[in-house]
């Protein structure tokens, strides 16, 4: 893959892209592979862009391939940060998951519900002996997924999208590069520069003050998807600040004009989100997919 400047560089060019090399200089100086790329070719034309954010890889083809879904109205981009850390990542949520005797530590977990063990603390202790798999390459890639999305705003604020509306859809870390982002432009106080924000299965706090920040810089829709099921996302997020609630595992409340979708019928743990794009995306943005309901 071609290097970040001239991707970022060039990106909706015929609309007046404003990213210099100075500022490519800056942005590879915080984060490690930083680009977007775009999911088909001659897209400046069309009059809305989307970022799409995929929050961990099992390989880097899931970087574009979750996000095929949508319709040929608007540009969209895969942004590619990272890489190496969402790929360790993948690689200990796949050995967690599939290789350990997680359906009897699943139906444990389920009859106290995820966030009752979550609040309690009372996590299966055979899951927790599992626990080292999982927590370092997580913590390292949530670390990173913050500057990432501190990165986005500067692009962002620097109209590397050019005029036009630009909206932001995530899963898992990618979620959390967008609450990153948007909390960074609500600091900037950067008004008028996102249309619309989707974050889905976010391992970020669910709190009123939080998200009435990044309610005030999203002009169209704010949305958060979550599953009370996903036991995953509550196990790895058991050492964060569960005290500030899960946005991913439940609604968000108190702040008008944020949607919350429940699609708990759809996800029961978190490797599901990936390949379950297309029909949460169906749900959610069904007027900006193409033939969601199709595939």
């Known amino acids: 893959m071609a290097a970040s400047g001239p991707l970022i560089g060039g990106l909706f060019g015929a609309y007046g892209g404003n990213m210099s090399g100075n500022m490519m200089k800056r942005y590879a100086e915080q984060v490690q592979d930083f680009a977007f790329l775009p999911l088909r070719p001659n897209q400046e034309s069309k009059l809305r862009v989307f970022v799409c954010i995929s929050g961990w890889l099992t390989n880097e083809d899931e970087i574009v391939?979750?996000?095929?879904a949508f319709s040929d109205y608007s540009s969209?981009?895969?942004?590619?940060w990272e890489k190496k850390a969402l790929l360790e990542l993948g690689t200990a949520l796949d050995t967690f998951v599939r290789q350990y005797a997680i359906g009897y530590i699943k139906s444990e977990i389920i009859k106290r519900t995820v966030l009752a063990s979550l609040w309690s603390a009372l996590w299966p202790v055979g899951l927790l002996k599992l626990g080292r798999v999982i927590d370092n390459p997580f913590n390292v890639a949530k670390?990173?997924?913050?500057k990432a999305g501190l990165v986005l705003a500067d692009a962002i604020i620097d109209r590397a999208q050019g005029r036009r509306p630009i909206s932001l859809v995530g899963y898992s870390l990618g979620a959390r590069v967008i609450y990153s982002c948007l909390l960074n432009l609500a600091e900037r106080k950067a008004f008028g520069l996102v249309e619309n924000a989707v974050l889905i299965g976010a391992p970020t706090p669910s709190t009123t003050e939080s998200w009435a920040l990044m309610r005030s810089v999203v002009g169209g829709r704010l949305v958060n998807v979550y599953s009370a099921e996903d036991w995953v996302l509550g196990f790895m997020y058991r050492t964060s600040a569960i005290q500030l609630g899960v946005a991913g595992?439940?609604?968000v409340e108190g702040v008008e004009q944020v949607e919350n979708f429940d699609v708990g019928?759809?996800?029961d743990g978190h490797l599901k989100y990936s390949e379950s794009i297309s029909q949460i995306l169906g749900r959610v943005l069904d007027a900006d997919l193409a033939?969601?309901?199709?595939?």
């Open 65 to 68: 391939s979750p996000w095929t």
């Open 265 to 267: 019928d759809i996800v």
């Open 143 to 146: 670390a990173r997924s913050d």
């Open 249 to 251: 595992l439940q609604q």
């Open 291 to 295: 033939s969601v309901a199709d595939r």
């Open 76 to 80: 969209v981009y895969a942004l590619r």
